[in-house]
């Protein structure tokens, strides 16, 4: 279990350096968006993946293959110890999972418990609230106070920023995020791919409004004047996100030449981590024989520590010794014959 949540750590930190060190400046927005899921859901599965190698041998020698049970001791059994540190940390573990657990569920009914009259806004579902709200999305509905709609219109780049987040499903990788945070809560990358994929899914809808031709100016401002106002519930998508100087930067950044190189670059680094940090096995070749002769004696009290007695004889050892009469078995069986 060690190693398999050492390698998770370890593929996420490879993955979300890679991130920030050449893609998370690049205009490439989906493409981002689409490694940082992939990249993130890989690290967790490639422990998990098994790769089966054939195996390579010389053919003068036949390869002698022993079983892991044949090479192995018997197993003395013990009384148990009082205190068993497995147990502790699995309780610890399950202790941190359920506090997570209830905060989470505790963040959801926030928002469901949000009153107000909803609209149906340009084929979209929108809550109304009289309280000071400042516009958020949540799943396929957003959120505002009754301030922000003036004669039945809402600022069109309030609503398409918000629509955005909607249409492109980004609660859905907020709510797999915040599930890998809470089963891996032992994982601190989550953190930095947190930052991260909320970052690209406020540049994913600064891009809609933009893609609109509102002023970035106006536009800047109005960002600006939302975030001096409120702060919005944790898994929910905020017009009034903070990190706005990424977001005014990226405003304004073009594609560059690199951009294809960097994509490749990235898809490159998934398939490489795939063949370096997944288990090898190697196939068993036909042209090699297993054989083996067991002469055990199980322990049948605690006390009794005699190993298990293991011979391995291959079939050619038992033709010699039979033609030269050495052979104990053979011995035998001419006296009594």
């Known amino acids: 279990m060690t190693a ?3 390698k998770i750590i370890l593929c996420s930190s490879i993955f979300i350096t890679g ?3 050449f893609l998370e400046k690049e205009r490439i927005l989906r493409f981002n968006r689409m490694y940082l899921l992939s990249s993130l859901l890989l690290s967790y599965a490639i422990p998990f993946v098994t ?3 054939p195996t390579h041998h010389s053919g003068k020698t036949p390869q002698l293959i022993i079983e892991k049970t044949a090479q192995q001791l018997a197993v003395i059994p013990q009384e148990q110890e009082s205190f068993n540190l497995a147990n502790v940390m699995w309780g610890i573990y399950i202790l941190i999972v359920s506090f997570l657990l209830l ?6 009914l926030k928002i469901k418990k949000i009153s107000g009259k909803k609209h149906v806004y340009h084929n979209h579902t929108i809550l109304l609230t009289k309280e000071d709200l400042s516009p958020f999305s949540f799943w396929k509905t957003i959120y505002m106070g009754e301030s922000y709609m003036n004669n039945n219109v809402i600022d069109p780049r309030i609503f398409i920023h918000e629509k955005t987040h909607i249409e492109q499903k980004h609660s859905l990788d907020m709510l797999v995020l915040n599930v890998l945070r809470i089963f891996s809560w032992f994982n601190p990358i989550l953190l930095l791919y947190n930052k991260a994929i909320i970052t690209n899914h406020e540049f994913l809808a600064d891009e809609a409004v933009m893609e609109s031709n509102y002023d970035i100016r106006e536009y800047q401002n109005l960002i600006l004047e939302e975030i001096l106002k409120h702060q919005n519930p944790p898994l929910t998508h905020s017009f009034n996100f903070n990190n706005t100087k990424k977001r005014f930067i990226m405003m304004k950044t073009k594609k560059t030449k690199f951009s294809l190189l ?11 981590a795939v ?9 068993e070749n036909p042209n090699h024989f297993l054989f083996s002769e067991k002469t055990t004696e199980m322990p049948t009290q605690i006390g009794d520590q005699r190993p298990y007695q293991t011979s391995l004889i291959t079939p050619s050892y038992h033709e010699k010794k039979k033609k030269k009469g050495m052979h104990p078995l053979y011995r035998i069986s001419k006296k009594r014959s």
Do not use: D, P
């Open 103 to 108: 905060r989470s569920l505790i963040s959801f």
């Open 4 to 6: 398999i949540v050492l």
């Open 19 to 21: 991130y920030y060190l």
């Open 262 to 272: 960097k994509k490749t670059a990235g898809i490159t680094a998934l398939i490489s």
């Open 51 to 53: 790769i089966t190698l």
């Open 275 to 283: 063949a370096l940090f997944s288990e090898r096995t190697y196939a």
